[in-house]
Nanobody
């Protein structure tokens, strides 16, 4: 499966952005999906994950209550709604896919099989 992330940009603190991750090559409904981010000079960080059907999500504590992951399998697209953005949310955001229907909320990058190219999110103070 090929993944293409989009929707990044520059936003003021307190603002919102919605990222999208479009999949091609295979139907997205066969995959658990995740969002990760990497800030300059920092390690890649888990943001959240959603199971194949969209019925279960799991978030990093740093974004819980502010970010929401959703998916539209009919459109083969994953979303990340980001509200109440903070300067520390500035990073390149990546979507990732893991084949299968496990209920485990995988949060490590190496547990995902496919990655998108990333989209830059910059939050100004």
């Amino acid at each position: 499966v090929q993944l293409q992330a989009s929707g990044g940009g520059l936003v003021q603190a307190g603002g919102s952005l919605r990222l999208a991750c479009a999949a091609s090559g295979r139907t997205l409904s066969s995959y658990r999906m995740g969002w990760f981010r990497q800030a300059p000079g920092k390690e890649r960080e888990f943001v959240g994950t959603i199971n194949w059907s969209g019925s279960s999500t799991y978030y990093a504590d740093s974004v819980k209550g502010r970010f929401t992951i959703s998916r539209d399998n009919a459109k083969n697209t994953l979303y990340l709604q980001m509200n109440s953005l903070k300067p520390e949310d500035t990073a390149v955001y990546y979507c990732a896919a893991r084949l299968g229907y496990s209920s485990t909320a995988y949060s490590a990058g190496h547990e995902y099989d496919y990655w998108g190219q990333g989209t830059q999110v910059t939050v100004s103070s």
